[in-house]
């Protein structure tokens, strides 16, 4: 059974990897999902945690994902918002658990923004 | 909501909204007793404002008028033949008490408590999380300044350690025992 005591190897093998990223200098991406009242119920806990999963599943380390209060689009929830430096802000509505791995794989990773789920795309 | 895990991650979003250095959450099954209490060091709120919390057009936000939080974690514990209780003090915090009867029809299901306590360890900044989690007879503590420690330099909110602390919680609490599930 995992316990607290793993930790000291995770921490061991990472601390290596920082070193090479701090030589890198690369820029950081920010993922923010909406996460109040009308995020959380709609189901913004799952999408959290899918980009979490699918940022470590490919080992992206320019990405910092992050929480943030009611966007004030509550009927569009669960909302993800993406910052990559030097870019327009791109929101991401109705997100589920699928929609933010592609969002992941094509915008994160491969710079296309998943179009079909900006908001006014959806049907 | 369809779990009480995810009321819990709504409420404890108010904690560190009061700029809590520490959430203590825990979730305690005796018997057919479920209670949930979320406990923090945060502003805390003056008497007036405590008597109107559990009114939906209540809130801190200056957006618009309505918050509905607390008013459907108190909903929710009703529904379920359960209590809902909140004391606060100005300056020293606010603790929040919800019970359930576990075998009440009406009561949602706990849900992914694993999940909802690393969403809420992804965004600590500087504060900590205490999760304590008691059920059939088997207990588990989860405390962010311990994981810290051992971290060194590492931030807490890095995916690798997310991903890990997750899947610890998840098998170090029992959620069901002889058909009862929480």
């Known amino acids: 059974m995992k316990s607290i005591a793993d930790i000291k190897a995770i921490r061991e093998k990472m601390q290596s990897e920082i070193i090479m990223r701090d030589n890198k200098d690369v820029e950081e991406i920010r993922v923010v999902v909406g996460m109040a009242t009308c995020g959380i119920s709609a189901g913004a806990r799952p999408v959290y945690n899918a980009l979490v999963e699918e940022v470590l599943k490919r080992n992206l380390k320019n990405v910092k994902i992050a929480r943030t209060g009611c966007l004030g689009m509550c009927k569009l929830e669960p909302i993800v ?29 491969n710079g296309k923004v998943c179009t079909e789920y900006l908001v006014g795309s959806e049907e | 909501m369809r779990e009480l895990s995810l009321n ?16 203590e959450i825990s979730i305690v099954q005796k018997e057919n007793l479920l209670t949930i ?24 936000r200056t957006t618009r008028k309505v918050g509905m ?57 500087g504060s900590d999380l205490v999760f304590y989690y008691e059920a059939f007879g088997q207990d588990f503590t989860l405390d962010t300044r311990l994981v810290r420690k051992e971290l060194e330099n590492i931030p807490i909110n890095t995916p690798e350690i997310l991903v890990f ?13 002889r058909g009862v599930s929480l």
Request: aromatic share 6%; proline share 4%.
């Open chain 1, 81 to 109: 918002e993406v910052y990559v430096p030097n870019q327009e802000k791109v929101t991401y509505c109705h997100v589920t658990p699928e929609k933010a791995v592609n969002i992941v794989v094509n915008h994160l990773v």
């Open chain 2, 8 to 23: 819990v991650l709504d409420i404890a979003e108010n904690s560190f909204k009061a700029k809590a250095t520490l959430v």
């Open chain 2, 37 to 60: 209490t979320i406990k923090d060091n945060g502003c805390g709120m003056d008497e007036d404002f405590l008597k109107r919390v559990v009114d939906p057009y209540t809130t801190t």
């Open chain 2, 69 to 125: 939080g607390i008013p459907l974690f108190k909903m929710v514990a009703e529904q379920s033949g359960g209590n809902f209780h909140i004391t606060s003090e100005k300056g020293k915090g606010t603790v929040v008490t919800a019970t359930f009867l576990v075998d009440h029809l009406d009561r949602p299901p706990l849900g992914d408590i694993a999940e909802t306590i690393v969403s809420m360890i992804g965004n600590l900044e």
């Open chain 2, 165 to 177: 602390l997750r899947d610890m919680i998840k098998e170090n609490i029992k959620t069901d025992y």
